[in-house]
């Protein structure tokens, strides 16, 4: 059963880097909800929770008495802890392939543009219009933004108009792709790759494996 292990854990995660490096190389700027965000986090982690924690503390008892159901189950609390996590964080925002110098000058155009009244502290932006507050922090190295909600109660509706006008701001700006979006790319090209090339190599095993599930 060990033979299905790898391919489990490691699959979602190489998925996750290649889209993910797919918006890094493109010529525009991609707006993600934080909710997404988490969504796409915890798909690409599930291989590694399932085959970790959740493989490791699962009682045997249950695995024999209830079989296969017992993974469904395990599932469904995995995606309801995912759910819960995305409801409890702060509102926020990610910015992929775009650097702080290059959103700033957008937002001041558009926030004027909608007459929207906002005050600069630093890093924090406050849009009092839309009441709500929100700390930037960029990832230069990484070409990643993320707008994060400075405290929780803000405005839902006022983040979804800032969301909604920013999407469509970033609609007709270009940039640079990220040169670290190849990397991601063929990472995660390596990795599906030996991922497959496991799963041919130990097919019999893995197939074994699966009936030992069901």
Known sequence: MDSIFFPMAFGPLTVYLLLFGGLNLSRRPVL??????????GVAVSGMVFVGPFNLFLPEPARIRFGFLVWLLVAVLYVLCVILLAMLVRPRMVIYNMTLQQLSPVLTAMMDRMGWKYDWSGNILTISHLKIQCEIDSFSSFRNIVL??????????GWQRFGVA???????????????????????????????AWIFAKRSLILQGFLEIL
């Open 148 to 157: 994060r909600g400075t405290s929780a109660g803000q405005s839902c509706d």
């Open 32 to 41: 993600m909800s934080g909710t997404r965000d988490i969504y796409a986090l």
């Open 166 to 196: 920013l999407r469509d701001e970033l609609k007709v700006i270009e940039v640079v792709s990220n040169p670290l979006g190849k990397l991601m790319v063929c990472v995660g090209l390596l990795g599906l790759g030996f991922c497959g």
